[in-house]
């Protein structure tokens, strides 16, 4: 069936409610006559009178009505779903999950930026160890640690990362670390959930692939990992991403010249069922303009597959 004009059906809406061709050109902004016209044409398609017609009033016709309900929810919901895809975008809260580790050690710091940016939007931001299923979530982006592939989602490469060990001043004032043996004898604090194998790649690397160390303490979160070392309860193999401000301000030290390259990258997750509206894209925009004036930061590489991202 062929659907009448927008207009004609705005028209008979507001002629119908005020019962007055002249009220409905008013609240349209267009003239009388105009309106006149709209309903007439419409009047034509649908092969029946909507209105009766008095010397100085109007009333509704039988098929007015029947019709009146149906226009008036169709135009409810038609307005309400453009709300929804343009000022939607632009208002309320931009919704992000992101690993607890990158939040608090990399994001955070620098938000305030943002903020002062964009003050008309309210960042809404979930450190969480969980990967999040963004199709079904009310989350507009994420930004995860891993190898880029995840079910139902698009992923932009953000940058790539490199590990090497560090720890407190204060460690080394009690336990002098001059050579990679020296590691045999220090406490080690692994971050199981993501290098639990990269200490035996940076051992590979630095020459001592047979060297073995102690397993003091394993913690699930990179960040964690790191105040540990920050306390001085020993070594931690951590990511350029996550202590670049605590190594410029002294708090760290880093141990040798050797690091290696992470398997995972950091990458901007979007769901593939929607597009990223104008407060995420402006949010991206931003986070990419960070990420970049960072010279410590290493460029995004391909993203890899994999079934188990973080």
């Given at each position: 069936?062929?659907l009448?004009?927008?207009?004609?059906?705005?028209?008979?809406?507001?002629?119908?409610?005020?019962?007055?061709?002249?009220?409905?050109?008013?609240?349209?902004?267009i003239?009388q006559?105009?309106?006149s016209?709209?309903?007439?044409?419409l009047?034509?398609?649908?092969?029946?009178?909507?209105?009766?017609?008095?010397?100085?009033?109007?009333?509704?016709?039988?098929?007015?009505?029947?019709?009146?309900?149906?226009?008036?929810?169709?135009?409810t919901?038609?307005?309400?779903?453009?709300?929804?895809?343009t000022?939607?975008?632009?208002?309320?809260?931009?919704?992000?999950s992101a690993?607890?580790?990158?939040?608090?050690?990399?994001?955070?710091?620098?938000?305030?930026?943002?903020?002062?940016?964009?003050?008309?939007?309210?960042?809404?931001?979930?450190?969480?160890?969980?990967?999040?299923?963004?199709?079904?979530?009310?989350?507009?982006?994420?930004?995860?640690?891993g190898?880029?592939?995840?079910?139902g989602?698009?992923?932009?490469?953000?940058?790539?990362?490199?590990?090497?060990?560090?720890?407190?001043?204060?460690?080394?004032?009690?336990?002098p670390?001059?050579?990679?043996?020296?590691?045999?004898?220090?406490?080690?604090i692994?971050?199981?959930?993501?290098?639990?194998?990269n200490?035996?790649?940076?051992?590979?690397?630095a020459?001592?692939?047979?060297?073995?160390?102690?397993?003091?303490?394993?913690?699930?979160?990179?960040?964690?990992?790191?105040t540990?070392?920050?306390?001085?309860q020993?070594?931690?193999?951590?990511r350029?991403?996550?202590?670049?401000?605590?190594?410029?301000?002294?708090?760290?030290?880093?141990?040798?010249?050797?690091?290696?390259?992470?398997d995972?990258?950091?990458?901007?997750?979007?769901?593939?069922?929607?597009?990223?509206?104008?407060?995420?894209?402006l949010?991206?925009?931003?986070?990419?303009?960070?990420?970049a004036?960072?010279?410590?930061?290493s460029?995004?590489q391909e993203?890899?597959?994999?079934?188990?991202?973080?």
């Amino acid at each position: 069936m062929h659907l009448p004009p927008i207009m004609s059906l705005r028209c008979f809406e507001s002629a119908a409610k005020h019962l007055s061709f002249t009220q409905a050109a008013q609240e349209l902004f267009i003239t009388q006559a105009a309106v006149s016209q709209h309903i007439r044409k419409l009047e034509e398609q649908l092969g029946a009178p909507l209105f009766i017609r008095h010397n100085r009033r109007l009333t509704l016709s039988e098929q007015g009505h029947a019709l009146l309900p149906y226009v008036s929810q169709s135009l409810t919901l038609l307005t309400d779903g453009i709300k929804k895809v343009t000022l939607g975008n632009t208002s309320g809260p931009l919704n992000i999950s992101a690993l607890p580790s990158f939040c608090s050690r990399w994001l955070v710091p620098r938000l305030w930026h943002f903020s002062q940016q964009h003050p008309d939007i309210e960042v809404r931001l979930t450190p969480s160890l969980q990967v999040v299923d963004l199709p079904q979530s009310d989350f507009d982006l994420a930004i995860r640690f891993g190898l880029g592939d995840y079910k139902g989602c698009q992923s932009e490469a953000l940058m790539s990362d490199s590990l090497f060990p560090v720890c407190s001043p204060k460690l080394l004032q009690t336990k002098p670390i001059t050579q990679v043996t020296d590691l045999a004898n220090i406490p080690i604090i692994h971050d199981f959930l993501t290098n639990t194998s990269n200490w035996q790649g940076w051992l590979d690397a630095a020459g001592y692939p047979d060297l073995t160390m102690s397993n003091n303490l394993r913690i699930s979160d990179a960040s964690l990992a790191i105040t540990a070392a920050l306390s001085g309860q020993g070594v931690t193999l951590a990511r350029q991403s996550l202590v670049g401000e605590e190594l410029n301000n002294g708090q760290l030290v880093r141990l040798f010249d050797t690091s290696i390259a992470s398997d995972y990258g950091y990458y901007l997750v979007t769901p593939s069922n929607r597009p990223l509206n104008p407060k995420g894209e402006l949010f991206r925009a931003w986070l990419v303009d960070q990420i970049a004036a960072d010279s410590t930061l290493s460029p995004p590489q391909e993203a890899a597959v994999s079934t188990s991202p973080s």
